[in-house]
């Protein structure tokens, strides 16, 4: 298995509204990411996990918290999101969180916030 | 700050031509370079990679790409492309200074469209 399953594949939002992003590889990675992707712009770092733990925060709002349960799951809340927070989430993982590492990708959600 | 720039948003071609995309970076110490491909509907996956040695590097299907360290570039060729590799073409960079940690930085893209 060398997929990095993301869900949902779609999510419509309000800004009041609390929802979360669900991420899952059973790989053996031990480093996760998110990447923020607005269309026709290039994938954003957001966080890294590495053993389990937030390594990379890159000055997230605090409306976006990530969570780490286990070494294969990776989940990303939102609350009190602004339209432009719409974008591709893309997750990523790999085998370590070194900058020589090939990181594999979901297929992402598409978060649309009214 | 570290920068990727791909300076060919779209590149139209006919099946059988030669393809290179331009890549350059803004970064000063050892970088790792990568090419990441998406195509029409599916996830990123990685084409190839350079971290040291031979600048040549070859990649999967056919791809291979250059590091000029002079240049600062990372160009990807292919000497004839198939209608199969139209997708989007992404220049990504992390620095290593030893560091445990990587952050990868994306370029914003070239989208490559073969017809056939």
């Known amino acids: 298995d060398t997929e990095v399953t993301q869900t949902p594949k779609h999510l419509v939002m309000g800004m009041t509204n609390k929802k979360s992003l669900k991420c899952e590889q059973h790989m053996g990675h031990r480093a996760m990411y998110w990447y923020k992707q607005k269309a026709k712009k290039p994938p954003e770092l957001m966080f890294v996990y590495s053993y389990e733990k937030l390594s990379i925060n890159e000055s997230v709002p605090s409306r976006f918290s990530p969570e780490c349960p286990n070494s294969s799951l990776l989940n990303l809340h939102l609350h009190a999101l602004q339209p432009e927070d719409s974008a591709l989430y893309l997750c990523a993982s790999s085998q370590e969180a070194g900058p020589n590492e090939k990181l594999f990708f979901g297929s992402g959600t598409q978060l649309s916030v009214l | ?116």
């Open chain 2, 1 to 116: 700050a570290q920068s990727v720039s791909q300076h060919n948003h779209h590149v139209i071609l006919s099946e059988a031509a030669s393809l290179e995309l331009g890549c350059n970076y803004s970064y000063g110490g050892t970088v790792n370079l990568f090419w990441y491909v998406q195509y029409p509907g599916q996830h990123l996956q990685l084409l190839l990679k350079y971290f040291s040695g031979d600048p040549l590097v070859k990649g999967i299907k056919g791809f291979e790409a250059e590091f000029i360290k002079s240049k600062f570039s990372f160009n990807l060729r292919k000497p004839s492309v198939q209608w199969s590799d139209t997708a989007e073409y992404f220049c990504a960079v992390t620095p290593d200074r030893g560091s445990t940690l990587g952050r990868l930085y994306f370029g914003r893209g070239t989208q490559l469209t073969v017809w056939p």
